[in-house]
Every structure is written in C-alpha cells, then in structure tokens.
C-alpha cells in the first residue's frame, strides 16, 4: 500500500479519502452557522448540530427539549435558510442531542 501524505487525505479533491470527509464537516458547520443567524438571538445556541439527510430531510438537534419545543415552531425559517445556502431541503426535524 503506497505511503499518502497528511495533506494529502485531507485534500477534498484526492479521489475520496478523507477529503470528502472534511468537505462535509465544513458543509455543515457553513449550515449550522446560516440556521443560527436565521434565528432570534436567544435561540441561536440552542442548536447543538445539523445535517441534511440525502432525502432532502433537514435534521436539527437541540441541546435540550425545552429548545426543541421552542425550535419546531421556528422549522418554517429553518428550511428556508438551508435552503438559502443551496441545500435541496424537503423537511425538517427536530431532535433532542444526547449529552
């Protein structure tokens, strides 16, 4: 097996490896941070992830249930700032994170 170089790996256009790895962490961090500036203040750090499932499903989770109460009443604006950042999104669901 050839020796591959660190940067190498993580490089996202290296034929896969980690790359595509690190492509979708970023993705998702740039996710994270649009749904957070879509929302009221108060609410932006009760977000603790979110990712969008290849079926188009937005899945948010919350840091707590009391905030996935709150954030299933804000699902509207949420799909609508993924959505804003290019995500073909169909639905969203929320979740309470385990900690």
Known sequence: MPI?????LLNANDNGDLG?????ARNMDALLQALQKALPED?????AAANIRDDGQLVILAKSSAWASR???ETETLIEAARAT????MSCTVRVTRE
């Open 20 to 24: 595509d790895i690190v492509q979708h």
């Open 4 to 8: 591959k170089r660190l940067e190498n």
């Open 71 to 73: 954030l299933r009443f």
């Open 86 to 89: 290019g995500a073909d999104v």
């Open 43 to 47: 609410h932006a750090t009760s977000i």
